[in-house]
């Protein structure tokens, strides 16, 4: 795509944004504007204030500075409502459906004078239907939102905007969610709204995307607008540059040398909890000196495989061997003894105490088989965790701080130390690096590949395929429960892979 | 047991059921539409105390009989006013803000009836809702009886059931209020204020639990006395678990309830009455109750963002 010359005058602009979170600035005077049928992509990592702007233009948040005028006109702050009636459509990172109510109602909430009489499911079918069929965004009107894949959730919070008649569509991270051949649905509907004037502001951190779908791109870093480019001008390393501020490397991990199974999952399934599928028939071999890759959509067992090898979860059926010897009595006891170290995917919820020290924390798996004689050797405690705050590099005023004080990727840096300095010798690393920053991200990764090549057997659990792709040696797809065969390092592309993910080649596979 | 299938037969009992469901209709349905919207509102039971003095002291002070039931609503609604603001724009416990608003509604109801009528020994008397007669219905001979012989504020708890069942599900406002209940994120992205929906559930809620109170005083006993809501407005809570959150149900489990009290009242004076002590009668219908609870709830849906306050600045 080109970018088009504006008909008129900007169908937005953003004028000298600025919002401050106590010391925190994440906005900086960020002007933008877009003209009608045109993409802009919003560049940036975690943190660097893209959703937060995205916030301030659809009225969640009110600016401390700045102003927002949709077609000529002054937008009054912080009423969504206002936004809506103006055209601006958001759909959210995470999606603001009722799971409970149909897709009917989800996309009538709010659209009708709240005092009358008649709920319009009517007229209102038939319109979606029709918009339905116009950008390809095919869903049941009757279904329960909760029974939905999360892409067609995603239609329906598209639908949702298209509904209200939106001329500027904003879509935070839209494809975290999406296999590629969704992305690449996305995109074609995205391209339709453009053909008819529509703009689109998408925000992401991928790259590949980015180029892919924009006619510009803006990139943010720290809260400032730090460059903005027409995408044919620009290339993936000049963008990554900017939006890092420095150059990037990522980790080439050398050829691996597996050796015998670690932890062996035979025929494992576990029971279904709510809308979270459980595993059917699972095998699982993870071997020393190897990264097996978990690649799937969320949502369709990873949670299950996590908390099954965390020890949370007691299989219904099959076996688990550890170096090759069956487990009767699978607990979380049974998997830290045998030294399966655990990054979980929620550091906040799961990973760490927030109101505890750093100390505390870094002994939370540690403290029953450490302490004397039922007292806890703080001073050792304390040592240890010195030991990891510096060879970790958690940055933090020393380890009597709170950790719910610390940054998440300095907080995710103390879990992989108290991950890593027991020495363990499977670890399962879910999510390892989500909404880490890059520098961050490079320092993590680097620090499992080291782990592999000292002889560790790692799963790595994540949604991003590129992640995937770089550092596993050998890759399974999971959906609904089920598990791919194993793909060696580089056998299958991201398109293969996706067709996976989205369910395909199981059943001649079983 | 010939004396079981005497009380089932006779039109009195099935006449008692429609009139000990009635105040807790009304309750059922104020309570559930705050639910709905999000909010768990322990207030009911002193809302339902005051109600209950609101109505009755207005109707001794010399108003007509329906302007007894708004004093109860609007009293009612004063309460709930300050319950949805502490809840919803504050974010406080829903738990401590409900229990409190019980123990304050209550005890203002009995200090103002004191103040009242501070030299009165018994509780004086009002003109009561009489039976309204149905013409042609009321006249069937058993039938009549049984199901035609009740006060027009009874046919008003099953219109309320009627009308909030119809807004919920089929108007744009009961769809707000019950989104607000399942996500208000979504409510706020549509551009609806969760606050304003969640606190005017509370307060119409809130008013119709006072209604319910006012019931008591103004068609069920015509006087005010302490200990007389005696609990009914837990019972409510109860029975909105026990409906799943939808009116239909709602209603169905306090006429399940009601015909238990109903049923226990007079096996008391049958011949079993003489041999079992009349606290075990007095069980039964908690007893029922938990156990239809226990076997109707396993499968319900709570609203997903039931005692979730909403901040509009945290996501």
């Given at each position: 795509m080109t970018p088009k010359t504006p008909a008129q005058?900007?169908?937005?602009?953003?004028?000298?944004?600025?919002?401050?979170?106590?010391?925190?600035?994440?906005?900086?005077?960020?002007?933008?504007?877009?003209?009608?049928?045109?993409?802009?992509?919003?560049?940036?990592?975690?943190?660097?204030?893209?959703?937060?702007?995205?916030?301030?233009?659809?009225?969640?948040?009110?600016?401390?500075?700045?102003?927002?005028?949709v077609m000529g006109r002054d937008l009054p702050p912080g009423q969504p409502g206002a936004a809506l009636k103006a055209g601006v459509g958001m759909v959210h990172q995470h999606f603001t459906l009722a799971g409970n109510l149909?897709?009917?109602?989800?996309?009538?909430?709010?659209?009708?004078?709240?005092?009358?009489?008649?709920?319009?499911?009517?007229?209102?079918?038939?319109?979606?239907?029709?918009?339905?069929?116009?950008?390809?965004?095919?869903?049941?009107?009757?279904?329960?939102?909760?029974?939905?894949?999360?892409g067609e959730r995603q239609r329906v919070e598209i639908l949702k905007a298209l509904y209200r008649d939106a001329r500027v569509l904003i879509l935070d991270e839209p494809t975290a969610v999406l296999t590629p051949q969704e992305a690449d649905a996305l995109f074609e509907t995205l391209r339709k709204m453009t053909a008819q004037g529509l703009s689109v502001i998408f925000?992401?951190?991928?790259?590949?995307?980015?180029?892919?779908?924009?006619?510009?791109?803006?990139?943010?870093?720290?809260?400032?607008?730090?460059?903005?480019?027409?995408?044919?001008?620009?290339?993936?390393?000049?963008?990554?540059?900017?939006?890092?501020?420095?150059?990037?490397?990522?980790?080439?991990?050398?050829?691996?040398?597996?050796?015998?199974?670690?932890?062996?999952?035979?025929?494992?399934?576990?029971?279904?909890?709510?809308?979270?599928?459980?595993?059917?028939?699972?095998?699982?071999?993870?071997?020393?000196?190897?990264?097996?890759?978990?690649?799937?959509?969320?949502?369709?067992?990873?949670?299950?495989?996590?908390?099954?090898?965390?020890?949370?979860?007691?299989?219904?059926?099959?076996?688990i061997l550890l170096a090759g010897e069956p487990v009767a009595d699978w607990t979380p006891r049974a998997a830290l003894d045998g030294r399966i170290g655990r990054i979980p995917e929620d550091r906040h919820k799961t990973g760490t105490i927030a109101d505890f020290t750093l100390t505390e924390n870094a002994v939370l798996e540690s403290y029953a088989t450490t302490a004397t004689r039922g007292w806890m050797n703080w001073r050792d405690a304390r040592t240890s965790t010195e030991t990891i705050i510096d060879k970790y590099d958690v940055r933090c005023p020393g380890p009597d701080t709170r950790i719910r004080l610390l940054s998440g990727g300095n907080m995710q840096k103390l879990i992989l130390g108290r991950v890593l300095e027991a020495a363990p010798r499977i670890i399962l690393a879910n999510q390892p690096v989500r909404g880490l920053d890059i520098g961050a991200v490079t320092y993590v990764q680097e620090q499992l590949?080291?782990?592999?090549?000292?002889?560790a057997a790692i799963l790595l659990i994540s949604e991003d395929l590129d992640e995937i792709l770089t550092l596993s040696d050998s890759i399974r797809v999971i959906s609904g429960g089920r598990l791919s065969p194993a793909f060696p390092r580089g056998s299958k592309t991201p398109a293969e892979l996706g067709q996976w993910m989205a369910g395909q080649g199981f059943n001649h596979a079983a | 047991?010939?004396?079981?299938?005497?009380?089932?037969?006779?039109?009195?009992?099935?006449?008692?059921?429609?009139?000990?469901?009635?105040?807790?209709?009304?309750?059922?349905?104020?309570?559930?539409?705050?639910?709905?919207?999000?909010?768990?509102?322990?207030?009911?039971?002193?809302?339902?105390?005051?109600?209950?003095?609101?109505?009755?002291?207005?109707?001794?002070?010399?108003?007509?009989?329906?302007?007894?039931?708004?004093?109860?609503?609007?009293?009612?609604?004063?309460?709930?006013?300050?319950?949805?603001?502490?809840?919803?724009?504050?974010?406080?416990?829903?738990?401590?803000?409900?229990?409190?608003?019980?123990?304050?509604?209550?005890?203002?109801?009995?200090?103002?009836?004191?103040?009242?009528?501070?030299?009165?020994?018994?509780?004086?008397?009002?003109?009561?809702?009489?039976?309204?007669?149905?013409?042609?219905?009321?006249?069937?001979?058993?039938?009549?009886?049984?199901?035609?012989?009740?006060?027009?504020?009874?046919?008003?708890?099953?219109?309320?059931?009627?009308?909030?069942?119809f807004v919920l599900s089929r108007t744009p406002l009961g769809l707000a209020v019950r989104a607000a209940g399942e996500n208000p994120q979504a409510v706020e992205a549509q551009g609806l204020s969760v606050g304003a929906i969640r606190m005017g559930a509370v307060i119409v809620g809130s008013g119709l639990m006072a209604v319910g109170g006012a019931f008591l005083t103004m068609s069920a006993f015509s006087s005010f006395f302490f200990e007389m809501v005696n609990g009914r407005g837990w019972i409510c809570i109860a029975l909105v678990v026990f409906g799943t959150w939808k009116p239909g149900k709602a209603l169905l489990g306090a006429l399940l309830f009601a015909g238990f009290d109903a049923l226990q009242i007079r096996l008391q004076q049958t011949g079993l009455?003489?041999?079992?002590?009349?606290?075990?009668?007095?069980?039964?219908?908690?007893?029922?109750?938990?156990?239809?609870?226990?076997?109707?709830?396993?499968?319900?849906?709570?609203?997903?963002?039931?005692?979730?306050?909403?901040?509009?600045?945290?996501?």
């Open positions: 005058g900007p169908v937005l602009r953003l004028s000298g944004i600025t919002k401050r979170f106590g010391n925190l600035t994440a906005n900086d005077g960020i002007s933008l504007s877009l003209a009608r049928g045109e993409v802009v992509a919003l560049l940036g990592e975690n943190g660097a204030g893209k959703t937060t702007l995205m916030n301030i233009l659809f009225g969640h948040y009110t600016a401390d500075e700045g102003t927002v005028q149909t897709v009917l109602d989800n996309v009538l909430l709010g659209t009708r004078p709240l005092l009358s009489l008649s709920s319009g499911r009517a007229e209102a079918r038939a319109r979606l239907a029709q918009l339905a069929r116009d950008f390809g965004l095919a869903v049941d009107p009757d279904a329960r939102v909760a029974t939905l894949s999360v925000i992401s951190h991928k790259l590949h995307e980015v180029m892919a779908i924009s006619s510009r791109v803006l990139v943010l870093r720290h809260g400032k607008l730090v460059g903005e480019v027409a995408t044919t001008d620009t290339d993936r390393h000049q963008l990554a540059t900017m939006m890092v501020g420095a150059e990037i490397t990522t980790p080439a991990p050398a050829k691996a040398r597996p050796g015998a199974p670690l932890l062996t999952l035979e025929q494992v399934s576990t029971a279904r909890h709510g809308e979270r599928p459980g595993l059917t028939a699972v095998d699982l071999e993870l071997c020393a000196g190897q990264i097996t890759g978990l690649a799937g959509v969320s949502g369709n067992g990873q949670g299950a495989l996590a908390d099954l090898i965390s020890g949370l979860e007691t299989p219904t059926g099959g076996r590949i080291a782990a592999r090549d000292a002889g | 047991m010939t004396e079981i299938v005497d009380i089932l037969l006779s039109a009195s009992f099935w006449a008692a059921i429609l009139r000990i469901a009635s105040p807790l209709i009304f309750a059922t349905m104020g309570e559930l539409i705050c639910e709905r919207a999000g909010v768990l509102n322990l207030g009911i039971e002193g809302i339902m105390v005051a109600g209950a003095f609101a109505g009755w002291m207005a109707v001794y002070a010399g108003a007509p009989l329906w302007v007894g039931v708004a004093a109860a609503m609007c009293a009612g609604m004063g309460f709930g006013a300050m319950h949805a603001l502490l809840t919803v724009p504050f974010g406080l416990s829903q738990h401590v803000v409900g229990l409190g608003i019980t123990m304050l509604a209550t005890a203002a109801a009995y200090y103002a009836y004191r103040l009242a009528l501070p030299e009165v020994t018994n509780p004086p008397r009002i003109t009561p809702f009489q039976p309204l007669h149905i013409p042609v219905l009321s006249d069937i001979s058993w039938l009549g009886q049984a199901l035609f012989s009740q006060t027009a504020l009874t046919w008003a708890g099953f219109a309320t059931c009627g009308i909030t069942a009455g003489q041999i079992v002590p009349y606290q075990v009668f007095l069980m039964i219908p908690y007893l029922l109750s938990i156990l239809a609870l226990v076997l109707m709830s396993r499968r319900a849906e709570v609203p997903a963002a039931l005692m979730t306050p909403f901040n509009r600045g945290d996501r």
